[in-house]
């Protein structure tokens, strides 16, 4: 068991530059059910076993990162169902995309999806979820928390970047970028799906399963379980068979993997999802698809069709 850190204290893994007070350019009031740093992530070492991580709804972290003007790959916070809040230590320009969420500037309301200003020793707020389930606060400049193989972002599964965040912790933000030209007006944006609809193409182990067990698949209605997390995508619903029960030497993993526990119900992997495993895996749902994935709420009604 490990002591408790001072709150505002800053996390290990975030290094000096977290801890630095001079830059120190946001507090936060309150975490929230789970609140982390994310951007877009470290690919390319799975050969260390380290996942890609990574924001999950990449493109309403990009969003929050256009309207602006920041890089793609700049920090924001993703916010978790019950939102959170933070307390700007200087001004700075502050917006909240993905997951419908009421947003509050000093308990006021302030528009969802559209930069607001934030005066020095105000509170920006994103509040719980009412569609969707996960928040992006982005902030210009980006948050600047010390990079760990080249991301900042934070990866559950490894432990690798940033601590999930804590009452009364410190954020740096980066310098913001030289004011460009307005965004396009409405950009697009893709709402919390009412019901999921994702896309498979065959797996390197669907030969583990019984003939047509994809399309069993694609025929089964599934609901988005609780028990899932930025791993994977848990599902409750019909179990599928296997043709082979012996065991599976562990193999490579990629995002979006169908993997099939022994208890038949299948696990969509995420951006924290282990670089290896023992499971057959029946499908691969491709990345474009997967940000949907980030927003389905449990209890969301789910489908596979099968496209190759």
Known sequence: MTAARPPGSPHPAQGTAQ????????????????TTVQDLGRPGHAHLGVPRSGALDEP??????????????????????????VRALRPTVAVVTGAPCPVTLDGRPAPWG??????????????????????????????VVEPVLGSRATDLLSGLGPEPLRDGDRLPLGA????????VPGAPWQAPPAALVLPV???????????GALHALAAARYRVSATGN?????????????ARTDELPSEGMVLGAVQVPPAG???????????????PVIGVVPEPALAGAAQAAPGTPVRFTVTG
């Open 19 to 34: 801890g630095t007070a001079p830059g120190a350019a946001l507090e936060v009031v309150r975490a929230g059910a789970l």
């Open 60 to 85: 309403a972290h990009r969003l929050a990162n256009r309207l602006l003007h920041n890089p793609a790959h700049a920090a924001t916070l993703e916010a978790t169902l019950s939102g959170c809040a």
């Open 114 to 143: 559209t930069p607001v200003r934030v005066p020095a020793g105000a509170v920006f707020a994103a509040g719980p979820a009412t569609h969707g389930v996960r928040s992006y606060l982005g902030f210009a400049g980006g948050v």
């Open 176 to 183: 913001p970028a030289v004011p460009g030209p307005p965004p």
């Open 201 to 211: 193409v065959p797996g390197p182990r669907d030969d583990w399963f019984p003939a």
């Open 230 to 242: 930025r791993i994977g995508l848990r599902l409750d619903g019909p179990a599928l068979e296997r």
């Open 265 to 279: 119900r299948p696990v969509v992997f995420l951006a924290d999802h282990p670089t290896t495993g023992g499971y």
